[in-house]
């Protein structure tokens, strides 16, 4: 059941996505992103809110169940790739029309795209040939303990 449910959502998330690559203007009159419409409106809670809002909370998710954190970044990691290279399509359609809102925007996501990366694949100084989910799994070393036995030499 659980990877029908993974198969389904990701390839409905991809068809989207290529949809709204492909055809921004199919995608805009899909959602009926017209400010007037409550459409719209409902969509940038879905979208801009309750996507965010899951995406942060697995992000934190990630920083406090080491377990979870190669899962975390990766999926952070694909989030800024997918972001940043539509939003750069986009920038190369709009014929250098971009905004400061967008160029700053695409340069915060190819950043962090660039810093996830490298977290997740150079070796890192404390093991250099750990892969990336055994370099984030592993623990700091244990300091020796300081007990000191007791004399046992009696009065």
Known sequence: MAVALLW???????????IGLVSPATTLNLVGFDPLRPDAIAEVYAQYGGLF???????LFGAFKRHLQHPSMLLMLL?????????????????????????????????????????LYL???????????????QQPPQQPSQHTPKSSVSP
Not at 8 to 18: D, I, P, W
Not at 53 to 59: E, H, Y
Not at 82 to 91: A, D, K, P, Q
């Open 123 to 137: 070796p890192s100084r404390s093991s250099p040939s750990a892969s990336p989910s055994e370099r984030l799994s």
């Open 8 to 18: 389904l959502n990701g390839l409905g998330f991809l068809a989207f996505g290529l």
């Open 53 to 59: 809002v899951g995406i942060g909370i697995f992000g």
């Open 79 to 119: 989030i800024y790739l997918g972001l940043g290279g539509g939003r750069l399509l986009g920038v190369f359609t709009l014929d250098g029309e971009a905004g400061s809102y967008t160029l700053g925007a695409l340069g915060f996501e190819l950043i962090m795209a660039a810093l996830l990366g490298a977290a």
